[in-house]
Every structure is written in C-alpha cells, then in structure tokens.
T-cell receptor
Framework: GENVEQHPSTLSVQEGDSAVIKCTYSDSASNYFPWYKQELGKRPQLIID?????GEKKDQRIAVTLNKTAKHFSLHITETQPEDSAVYFC??????????FGGGTRLMVKP | NAGVTQTPKFRVLKTGQSMTLLCAQDMNHEYMYWYRQDPGMGLRLIHY???????AKGEVPDGYNVSRLKKQNFLLGLESAAPSQTSVYFC????????????FGPGTRLTVT
C-alpha cells in the first residue's frame, strides 16, 4: 500500500524566515496531495492541495511543489508568523482512493 | 452549519469496557471516516464509509467496529477496550473520495487504563 514519509518531524524558525516541509510517497498512481494544518488542541484543516497534473501551486504565503518523477512534494511557507506555529500533515491518495497521511511536522515560529 | 461534530469529547475507560463514539455531519457528504491520531504517527484510517449502509476497513481496523445506518451519522465502537487504543479519535467527512477536502470533527480523547 501507499507509504508517506514526512520530514522533518520538528522545525524551528525565526519569525520572517521561510519553512520547508518535505514528503515522499511510494505509490506512483497517487494523484492528489493535500496539506493539513492542526493547531494545538484543534482539528486538522486543509490549507492547500495539489493534483498530479500541476507542478506548483501558490496561495499567498504558502506554496506546494510536486515532483512526480521523484515521488516527492513539499510545503513552503514564506515570511513565517507566530500563528503559523502548528503541526502540518502531508497526505497522498492511495489505491483505494483514501488518504494516507505522513507522520506530521511540528513547526515552531519564534517571535 | 455545525459541520462535523463528535461526542463525547473525552472518555476514560477501563480495560475490557465498551463504548461508542458518535460522529455527525450536516453537509450531506457521502464519505465518512474514522482516524486515530498517535504522536509521531500522523492520522491512521480505522474504517470508512462510502455511503449510507456501507462500511469498509482502513489501515488499522482491528478492535473496532462501525455502522452507518443514517447518511449523517457514523458510529465507531470499541467492544473490549485495550490500553493500545488510548488515542485521539477524529471523524471526518467529504463529498467525494480521496481527491476531495476532508472536514474533520473536533476529536475525542480516549484513555484506556
């Protein structure tokens, strides 16, 4: 089945710096790659997603890139702010068209 | 719209006890899911449903049962709780399957002693 690896598990940056989180997937048939943000004690919420027919997608300060050949995708956050502090999860759809999630990255933005 | 709601929010069980977690959604979504969240392991799919009256096994189904008698409700049952089932449980729903946004409930924190 699908396996999604996410790195790093924790990331600490200064406010205003950029943050990059990387994920790899195993199933070459995967074609949908969402990113969810989970603030402390809250529910996960979708922040951006990308489909396999595009290589990059941007939404204000966040962007996602996809390399289908290498089977990896990344989340980029620019000009980080304290409210970006959260756990971020990547995911990929699997053969059963369900989502397989990565292990999560705890991002801490220091003011 | 309330979105996705879950009851209860917290529960402590003794080993061997049973309980049912209730998930409800008011978005008319066909797909519903139960996940468990453990530190460092992300969200793992327990069971899911592709419509009223249907259920299917996910990645970690052992020790759990589910039912979807009504489109808006998805129940997760633990027949004989074990300490390994201590976790945070999230329900989610979506209009389509794996290529669509999933809306999560607030979670249920379960401790089995």
């Amino acid at each position: 089945g699908e396996n999604v690896e996410q790195h790093p598990s924790t990331l600490s940056v200064q406010e205003g710096d950029s943050a990059v989180i990387k994920c790899t997937y195993s199933d070459s048939a995967s074609n949908y790659f969402p990113w969810y943000k989970q603030e402390l004690g809250k529910r996960p919420q979708l922040i951006i997603d990308i489909r396999s027919n595009v290589g990059e997608k941007k939404d204000q300060r966040i962007a996602v890139t996809l390399n289908k050949t290498a089977k990896h995708f990344s989340l980029h956050i620019t000009e980080t702010q304290p409210e970006d502090s959260a756990v971020y999860f990547c995911a990929a759809n699997n053969a059963g068209n369900m989502l397989t999630f990565g292990g999560g990255t705890r991002l801490m933005v220091k003011p | 719209n309330a979105g996705v709601t879950q009851t209860p929010k917290f529960r402590v069980l003794k080993t061997g006890q049973s309980m049912t977690l209730l998930c409800a959604q008011d978005m008319n979504h066909e797909y519903m899911y139960w996940y468990r969240q453990d530190p460092g392991m992300g969200l793992r799919l327990i069971h899911y449903s592709v419509g009223e009256g249907t259920t299917a096994k996910g990645e970690v189904p052992d020790g759990y049962n589910v039912s979807r008698l009504k489109k808006q409700n998805f129940l997760l049952g633990l027949e004989s709780a074990a300490p390994s089932q201590t976790s945070v449980y999230f329900c989610a729903s979506s209009f389509l399957a794996g290529g669509d946004e999933q809306y999560f409930g607030p979670g249920t924190r379960l401790t089995v002693t």
